[in-house]
């Protein structure tokens, strides 16, 4: 006989919620604290420069800030736009490969379209990024809703195909291989021209890129989508009930492709910011968001501010990991990887503890 | 006075709530003892707890003047004690025979035992039991397959039968034939519990009530020294008026008309049969029929939610057949379903009240946004007209109480005015106090001259509410019949297709003498129905 079962708590409270996360996170930064420390790490100062992203006493402290925004803005945007699915109980788990098909149109656009102002080629990208991602989306969201595919594992193939693809193109040394670079012997991608490569405001030393501009707009525009208007309506109905969406009058079907539509024509839109701004693409351009923004959506519990202040956290981490590696020869990235995934896992398991808790099973006793 | 069983102060929590609070319960040898209480006292938590699903929190469970602890179905059907649930636990792909067998613990050894089969039969036979061994679950009718998951714990050598609302499922006929075998089991010494919710049930078959009332026991009477009346003070706590009202209403011209309807169902077979049937204006019009007879195909069909095979609808003279959902819906026909998990159509629960009030007509409003301050107010004036109890318009759906949601539900769609109303099961899972409300608000809209058809399932609360109850078999018209003019026997006998009152005389029920379709003028010489 069990003794001890689950019982989810009857109230949630956001307190708790903070409280156990504060908590989950002490706890991984200590163990983190003691790896550290056995390798002859003084970890309070590498905490100091992962939390301040290696900013503070640094003569080139606006770089490290530049380097963070190209972290935080594909984040950011994948994230939202999984939430959008997610919302609709959508499982599009296919953010990497709407991200790589992105990348690759971007590229194509980029490598092809010359003469045109930068601002012109740059919009050229982004377009031809998000028709791309989009149709991939759709035509996820068209199977689903004519042949009932299953989601989740048509988006998660999609993945492994795109990666194929776009090495395949990073690995194939041809005539018509445009992506590449034509004076490396050795196949690697080429550098887009100068007018396909993001500029931004220069504030002093710092340079804003447009595509953070671009996030921030995003962010404010998808929390208005969602919460006031009609469409954002449909998809809450639709995610709460499907029954009740086609009771309501809803073209369920037509509210799944558009909404699949938009959310993953975001990540195309990420996709091509990206590429833009790191001026080439690469089988690793994603940085695993569409794997990372799956866990943001649901830290930030498909809110869209939540989400939008969980891409900063786990941006920050991220970031800041690496540019604390980068001083200490002892260690290399894969600690900050490491570091990042006893982080996760504790926040995960304090929101797991946040929702449920334990009970003893009485046991009966004589009346 | 040797008890079969006895519970002595049994507490079970889930959570906060009680769902059981210091209960008490004895079963004397060779009675039937009803359990009787509303929706959510604790009856099925109770026998849970016997049939080894739950474990008490506390309190004590003796057999033969021993404690027994049960935690488990296995210590349960040890114990003799078998349960038949609600819903049934059959195997569908399965004989009748193997469904036996599955739980028959002396089979032992590598192969299957030939002698189960004569076990099988002489119970039948000694209970009086009509049943096919060999015929698959998924052939069965709903009665045949609880006269198979009551065969199968008599078979388990069960002393002590708990039957969870055995009669919900089942015609008039199947409920005499039911009761027939549960007075053999008696009999022949078995201790039977019933828990059912329905009086005269409990009037009928059982010799002592046990009541409960919001988890908590509160009286154990002897059947024959007490009465409907009495035993509802105890159940519902206070005294209460069992009079359903059928307010008589000047009627008006059929509003909605059905000719020739058929229409599929999901598997693509026929649900609905060449219905015809028409609602006036003012008038309640029932539809009786054993669940799964095509009424959830015929709301959605009038709703224009499922595409129709052949047939009219008719409103106010017009054809409505191939309109969008939306211009049904402003033409002011209203359709509301309770689905049985009472949550699934009509409402989005995890969204608020206020959300769920706009969600018909949620695009009326020019532009790309949402009105929610339209929402908001509509919200307010629905709680406060239908007293709803929340604590806020913006609270979800689903954490308000069932008579609460149901109130939501119908209170939407009365808002916008419709002059039909269609409404399936609405008083489905709620107690006796929010059912009449329900009743009240339907009796209301018919004074305003709306045209409601009720899908329901209590033939008593049919033939005291409507003024005519249509039934069907299988989504065929059994016949309209007046409620005054009818017994309770005539549309058992109707809706399991034994009687069939439509061509009766020449008579064509079910289409209106003063149609509003003109091209039909010559139908004109048919009769109403029934009267």
């Keep these: 006989m069990?003794?001890?079962?689950?019982?989810?708590?009857?109230?949630?409270?956001?307190?708790?919620?903070?409280?156990?996360?504060?908590?989950?996170?002490?706890?991984?930064?200590?163990?983190?604290?003691?790896?550290?420390?056995?390798?002859?790490?003084?970890?309070?100062?590498?905490?100091?420069?992962?939390?301040?992203i290696g900013m503070v006493g640094n003569k080139y402290a606006y770089k490290n800030f530049e380097g963070f925004l190209k972290v935080l803005v594909p984040l950011l945007i994948t994230s939202l736009a999984l939430g959008l699915s997610f919302k609709m109980r959508f499982w599009n788990i296919g953010g990497e490969g709407e991200f790589l098909i992105g990348a690759i149109s971007a590229a194509i656009v980029a490598f092809n379209v010359t003469g045109l102002p930068r601002p012109v080629t740059i919009i050229l990208m982004c377009v031809a990024a998000m028709l791309s991602s989009g149709l991939l989306g759709v035509a996820v969201?068209?199977?689903?809703?004519?042949?009932?595919?299953?989601?989740?594992?048509?988006?998660?193939?999609?993945?492994?195909?795109?990666?194929?693809?776009?090495?395949?193109?990073?690995?194939?040394?041809?005539?018509?291989?445009?992506?590449?670079?034509?004076?490396?012997?050795?196949?690697?991608?080429?550098?887009?021209?100068?007018?396909?490569?993001?500029?931004?405001?220069?504030?002093?030393?710092?340079?804003?890129?447009?595509?953070?501009?671009?996030?921030?707009?995003?962010?404010?525009?998808?929390?208005?989508?969602?919460?006031?208007?009609?469409?954002?309506?449909?998809?809450?109905v639709v995610?709460?009930?499907?029954?009740?969406?086609?009771?309501?009058?809803?073209?369920?079907?037509?509210?799944?492709?558009?909404?699949?539509?938009?959310?993953?024509?975001?990540?195309?839109?990420?996709?091509?910011?990206?590429?833009?701004?790191?001026?080439?693409?690469?089988?690793?351009?994603?940085?695993?968001?569409?794997?990372?923004?799956?866990?943001?959506?649901?830290?930030?519990?498909l809110s869209t501010p939540a989400i939008a202040i969980t891409s900063v956290l786990i941006a920050i981490l991220q970031f800041g990991c690496k540019t604390a590696a980068t001083k200490?020869?002892?260690?290399?990235?894969?600690?900050?990887?490491?570091?990042?995934?006893?982080?996760?896992?504790?926040?995960?398991?304090?929101?797991?503890?946040?929702?449920?808790t334990i009970k003893k099973k009485e046991d009966a006793k004589n009346a | 006075m040797e008890y079969a069983i006895e519970l002595k102060g049994i507490s079970k929590r889930f959570g906060t709530l009680f769902a059981n609070k210091n209960v008490n319960l004895q079963l004397k040898k060779g009675e039937i003892l009803a359990l009787l209480g509303e929706n959510g006292s604790g009856k099925t938590t109770l026998m849970n707890m016997l049939s080894g699903i739950y474990m008490p929190d506390s309190g004590s469970i003796i057999m033969d003047g021993k404690k027994v602890s049960i935690s488990s179905p296995e210590d349960s059907a040890k114990l003799g004690i078998g349960m038949v649930h609600q819903h049934f636990k059959l195997i569908e792909r399965f004989t009748a025979l193997d469904n036996i067998r599955i739980g028959l613990r002396d089979e032992k050894g590598?192969?299957?035992?030939?002698?189960?089969?004569?076990?099988?039969?002489?119970?039948?036979?000694?209970?009086?039991?009509?049943?096919?061994?060999?015929?698959?679950?998924s052939n069965m009718s709903v009665s045949e397959k609880q006269t198979l998951e009551i065969l199968k714990v008599l078979c388990y050598g069960a002393k002590i039968i708990i039957l969870d609302e055995p009669t919900a499922v089942l015609?008039?006929?199947?409920?005499?034939?039911?009761?027939?075998?549960?007075?053999?089991?008696?009999?022949?010494?078995?201790?039977?519990?019933?828990?059912?919710?329905?009086?005269?049930?409990?009037?009928?078959?059982?010799?002592?009530?046990?009541?409960?009332?919001?988890?908590?026991?509160?009286?154990?009477?002897?059947?024959?020294?007490?009465?409907?009346k009495s035993l509802t003070e105890l159940m519902v706590g206070r005294k209460i008026d069992l009079d359903i009202k059928c307010v008589p209403i000047e009627k008006t011209k059929p509003l909605l008309e059905i000719r020739d309807l058929t229409v599929r169902n999901d598997e693509g077979a026929i649900a609905v049969d060449h219905l015809d049937f028409y609602i006036r204006g003012g008038e309640i019009l029932g539809v009786a029929g054993i669940a799964g007879s095509g009424q959830k195909e015929l709301c959605?069909?009038?709703?224009?939610?499922?595409?129709?095979?052949?047939?009219?609808?008719?409103?106010?003279?017009?054809?409505?057949?191939?309109?969008?959902?939306?211009?049904?819906?402003?033409?002011?026909?209203?359709?509301?379903?309770?689905?049985?998990?009472?949550?699934?159509?009509?409402?989005?629960?995890?969204?608020?009240?206020?959300?769920?009030?706009?969600?018909?007509?949620?695009?009326?409003?020019?532009?790309?946004?949402?009105?929610?301050?339209?929402?908001?107010?509509?919200?307010?004036k629905v709680i406060e007209k239908l007293k709803v109890v929340t604590p806020s318009t913006e609270t979800a759906v689903r954490k308000l109480s069932g008579g609460n949601v149901q109130k939501v539900l119908l209170g939407r769609e009365i808002k916008s005015g419709p002059n039909v109303l269609i409404t399936a099961y609405p008083v489905r899972g709620l107690d006796i106090g929010s059912s009449f409300m329900i009743y009240d608000i339907l009796n209301e809209q018919k004074k305003k001259d709306v045209g409601i058809l009720f899908i329901g399932e209590d033939i008593d609360v049919m033939m005291a509410l409507c003024d005519k109850i249509m039934v069907i078999c299988h989504g065929r018209l059994m016949g309209v019949v007046n409620s005054n003019h009818t017994t309770k026997e005539e549309i058992g006998l109707m809706m399991t297709g034994s009687l069939d009152l439509v061509d009766k005389g020449g008579k064509t029920a079910g289409i209106a003498r003063d149609s509003a379709i003109s091209e039909t003028e010559e139908n004109k010489e048919t009769e109403e129905a029934g009267t």
């Design chain 1, 2 to 52: 069990k003794k001890y079962h689950l019982v989810r708590r009857p109230v949630q409270s956001i307190k708790r919620l903070l409280v156990y996360y504060l908590i989950g996170i002490v706890i991984s930064l200590g163990i983190g604290a003691i790896l550290l420390a056995s390798l002859g790490i003084n970890p309070f100062e590498y905490y100091g420069r992962m939390l301040t």
């Design chain 2, 300 to 380: 959605e069909a009038i709703a224009g939610l499922r595409p129709i095979i052949d047939g009219k609808i008719i409103h106010k003279g017009e054809n409505i057949v191939g309109l969008s959902p939306n211009k049904i819906l402003e033409k002011g026909i209203s359709m509301s379903f309770i689905p049985e998990d009472r949550l699934g159509m009509g409402l989005a629960p995890s969204m608020s009240i206020t959300d769920n009030m706009i969600l018909k007509n949620y695009k009326d409003p020019k532009g790309p946004f949402i009105d929610r301050k339209y929402a908001r107010e509509e919200a307010k």
């Design chain 1, 141 to 236: 969201a068209f199977f689903k809703v004519k042949f009932n595919t299953n989601e989740t594992l048509v988006t998660l193939m999609l993945n492994y195909i795109m990666l194929y693809v776009i090495t395949y193109l990073g690995k194939t040394k041809e005539d018509w291989n445009f992506f590449l670079d034509p004076k490396s012997a050795r196949p690697i991608f080429g550098k887009f021209p100068e007018t396909a490569i993001m500029d931004g405001i220069k504030i002093g030393n710092f340079n804003l890129l447009w595509s953070v501009i671009v996030a921030i707009v995003l962010v404010v525009l998808i929390y208005i989508y969602l919460k006031y208007t009609k469409h954002g309506y449909e998809i809450a």
């Design chain 1, 328 to 356: 200490y020869p002892s260690i290399d990235s894969n600690f900050a990887d490491l570091l990042q995934g006893i982080i996760l896992f504790s926040v995960l398991t304090a929101d797991f503890a946040a929702t449920f």
């Design chain 2, 171 to 228: 015609t008039v006929q199947e409920i005499d034939k039911l009761f027939k075998v549960l007075r053999k089991m008696k009999e022949e010494g078995h201790s039977i519990i019933i828990i059912t919710h329905k009086l005269n049930e409990v009037m009928a078959i059982s010799d002592r009530v046990t009541v409960l009332r919001h988890g908590e026991y509160i009286d154990t009477v002897v059947t024959a020294e007490s009465n409907e």
């Design chain 1, 239 to 301: 995610g709460d009930s499907a029954a009740t969406a086609k009771y309501a009058g809803m073209k369920v079907g037509k509210i799944i492709m558009r909404t699949m539509f938009i959310s993953s024509a975001l990540i195309g839109l990420a996709a091509g910011l990206t590429a833009s701004a790191s001026g080439t693409i690469s089988e690793t351009i994603t940085n695993n968001v569409g794997w990372t923004g799956i866990v943001v959506a649901w830290l930030g519990k």
């Design chain 2, 110 to 137: 590598l192969f299957l035992k030939k002698d189960t089969k004569n076990l099988v039969l002489t119970m039948a036979a000694k209970f009086g039991f009509d049943i096919d061994p060999d015929k698959l679950v």
